[in-house]
């Protein structure tokens, strides 16, 4: 069973995701303060460590600079509202396998962790198109297809969500100049470009149901 570490001060947030992770099958320990990951890795070893960056006392950039300095080698995936390019990228330099933004869906976490450490089939698939959440490689029918960047972001929103109602300014978020009909218009070329079918929920959002 995979033991993994989570930093996180949200306590509803902490308590949900702890939840999610057990019932995938994961043991998981979790802490809310910086120093209190030192005092649980001292006691035990863990396989992922799982950290939010904004933590009391000691961020969760320093408490990943101190595991490795003192030789761990834990793998390490932030979770963080922090988005921009610095933020990431120190992550990335400190020796973070991974970096998923806030607000996600644990579901998406666990296929990163699947993929990642557990080397479990997480591709996923609607009719004749596979896609890789991790790599982002899209293929349909064994071909790779390409999708501008507006567009592969918005179909991966969907596709780890499948079956579920993505919402409308969560998608919206992936455009230059949101508005609803800049939303539809690509949604429509997602249609025609890869053939699927992508629902409206009316007054909610938008969903690949895959039946």
């Not at 991966?156 to 579920?164: E, G, I, R, S």
């Amino acid at each position: 069973m995979m033991k993994i570490l989570l930093l996180e001060d949200d306590q509803i947030l902490c308590d949900s995701l702890k939840e999610f992770l057990e019932l995938e099958g994961y043991c998981v320990d979790v802490a809310h303060r910086g120093p209190d990951v030192f005092d649980l890795t001292f006691k035990k070893s863990y396989d992922l460590y799982i950290l939010d960056v904004n933590v009391p006392e000691i961020n969760g950039f320093d408490v990943l600079s101190s595991l490795k300095e003192a030789g761990d080698e834990t793998p390490a995936i932030y979770i963080t509202a922090l988005t921009d390019i610095n933020s990431i990228s120190k992550g990335f330099e400190l020796g973070a396998e991974d970096y998923v933004k806030k607000p996600f869906d644990p579901e998406e976490l666990v296929i990163r962790i699947k993929s990642k450490y557990q080397q479990e089939d997480t591709l996923l698939y609607y009719k004749d198109i596979c896609y890789n959440p991790i790599t982002k490689v899209l293929q349909k029918e064994s071909q790779t297809i390409g999708l501008g960047e507006v567009q592969q972001n918005i179909f991966h929103a969907l596709m780890v969500q499948q079956n579920k109602i993505v919402d409308s300014y969560t998608l919206m978020d992936f455009l230059e100049q949101p508005s609803a009909n800049a939303l539809r218009v690509n949604l429509a070329k997602l249609k025609n470009k890869l053939g699927i079918e992508i629902k409206n929920i009316r007054g909610q959002g938008y969903m690949i149901e895959n039946i």
